[in-house]
């Protein structure tokens, strides 16, 4: 190994530890901290990650780069090489006033955001908002693009994929599934009472406890907490984090919060250990995480195979709530499909639809085609056309997420992406492993999960997630596969009259 690739390396794992200090603050932020240290936390935080952007940013870093480029590299080495030449270029593309004029509207609009919420006044977030779209328009022409500004906000998050692949995909995807959402809705009765019973909180954490061991989460190397909204890091090799949220109103929402964290803690466990400190030891992209964890949630735990596995072990911490459920009734419930105003607790076939007209928003602000004063009302309008919905408040409107107000715009697109590569991963792996569903009928999933160290995570980063679908799958990736996988069941469960 040459000198300037040791260099580099040290620089690398310099990072990575401030990173990992970075991580693990905000894990204890959201689980540990008294609420009291949140000014000082806040500070901490800000501090680190000054000081890591100021040490990745170095004109020094950039001359360690130019250096490797002329060296004679293995594989790897090119590779982590292009992903660190790309990420130095944009990181010094935007002006440094930009970067933190960014950091200091967004904090501002967050908090904005956490009081008007609850107030139901997006008055008081406007402004705030207004000034974020701007500064991220700047944002967008200081990195470039290839089409329009929102190909470089996409790009944060989901790189490799065009603005123009993305909207063609949501068209096709909508197209699909609007009529399929009217006519199983058409079919779905009330929902069975037992879903809202009263369900004992620490016996809730205790199945999940032990169903995400079933499902193959090391807990040697990580473990599970509780967070009001469930999420998974990764401190560190050896040290991936996941959390749920009991709730006892519902039995579902902590167990399958539980699984789809699990799906994000399995990707993060099967990365490529020795290159942990590398550009090419991480995921690809926001829409490939979240391909794994919809494939465990969805095409895993929320089929009839898994169900009937998990309904005898449910049954023995909650024998009095549902000990008379049958198979058939626990399938049908924890796939009981309706509209409702609130993205995060929609369910798997309805889910899309939120995502998609948050999409179209955000392509209609950066176009200029819509102003930050004008969302509310275009919100509502789009609310209404694709669920048939209208909030009474503007909570459960256009406030009810915060990604807005933090400046993720780009981000809501990953949701649906990942979605719609779970769907061509999971038909993949059906084809490739004949007996899955007998196996997934007795609760054995680590055939499938070895399927998807060997072709995705133990991959990392050496291909854009877009491209990494498509050798897997051997053509483009479209929403089809996800199209005819909820069409099939759907139907299956709520068949027309
Ligand atoms: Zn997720």
Redesign the pocket.
């Known amino acids: 190994m040459s000198a300037t690739w040791d260099q580099i390396v040290e620089r690398l794992r310099e990072l990575s530890d401030l990173a990992s200090a970075i991580k693990l603050l905000h894990w204890d932020q959201a689980t540990m901290m008294p609420s009291a240290g949140g000014a000082a936390r806040a500070r901490a935080q800000a501090t680190l990650q000054a000081t890591a952007h100021g040490r990745f940013v170095d004109p020094e870093m950039g001359a360690l780069i130019d250096g490797l480029s002329e060296e004679s590299l293995s594989q790897e080495q090119e590779a982590n090489l292009r992903l660190l030449r790309r990420d130095y270029d944009k990181a010094v593309r935007v002006p440094q006033e930009l970067v933190r004029e960014l950091a200091e509207v967004s904090g501002r609009a967050y908090q904005a955001w956490t009081e008007a919420r609850p107030a139901a006044d997006f008055s008081l977030l406007q402004p705030h908002m207004a000034r974020l779209v701007e500064l991220k328009k700047q944002e967008a022409e200081a990195l470039g693009y290839a089409n329009e500004p929102y190909d470089a906000l996409l790009d944060q998050y989901e790189p490799g994929m065009t603005t123009a692949e993305v909207e063609a995909m949501f068209q096709g995807l909508l197209r699909g599934l609007k009529p399929l959402v009217a006519d199983v809705l058409a079919n779905v009765p009330d929902p069975p009472d037992w879903l809202g019973y009263r369900y004992d909180p620490d016996r809730q954490m205790a199945f999940c406890h032990w169903l995400v061991s079933q499902l193959n989460f090391d807990v040697t190397q990580g473990r599970l907490d509780i967070s009001p909204h469930p999420f998974t890091i990764h401190i560190g090799p050896g040290d991936v984090r996941q959390t749920t949220r009991p709730d006892q109103h519902n039995l579902m929402m902590p167990l399958y919060a539980a699984v789809?964290e699990t799906g994000?803690a399995l990707y993060e466990q099967g990365l490529p250990a020795e290159w942990a400190d590398f550009p090419i030891g991480g995921p690809p992209s926001l829409g490939m995480h979240?391909s794994q964890?919809r494939l465990w949630e969805n095409q895993v735990a929320r089929s009839r195979p898994f169900t009937d596995f998990l309904l005898p072990r449910l049954k023995e911490r909650f024998p009095e709530e549902i000990g008379m459920v049958s198979p058939e009734e626990f399938y049908r419930g924890v796939n009981h499909p309706q509209r409702t105003l609130i993205r995060v607790t929609a369910d798997e076939l309805t889910y899309n639809l939120h995502v998609g007209f948050r999409f179209e928003l955000e392509l209609a602000l950066f176009r200029d085609e819509l102003s930050v004063a004008d969302l509310p009302a275009a919100w509502d309008d789009k609310m209404s056309e694709h669920l048939g919905l209208c909030p009474d408040s503007i909570a459960d409107g256009v406030l009810q997420d915060m990604h807005w107000s933090i400046g993720s715009f780009g981000y809501f697109p990953t949701y649906t992406l990942g979605t719609i590569y779970s769907a061509v991963l999971f038909a993949q792996a059906t084809a490739q492993l004949p007996g899955l569903e007998a196996e997934l009928r007795s609760g054995v999933t680590l055939r499938l999960l070895e399927w998807l160290r060997e072709n995705v995570h133990g991959l990392g980063y050496r291909h854009d997630a877009k491209d990494l679908i498509e050798r897997i799958s051997g053509g483009p990736v479209t929403p089809e596969p996800l199209l005819d996988y909820l069409r099939a069941k759907y139907t299956a469960l709520y068949p027309s009259a």
């Open positions: 789809h994000h979240e964890s």
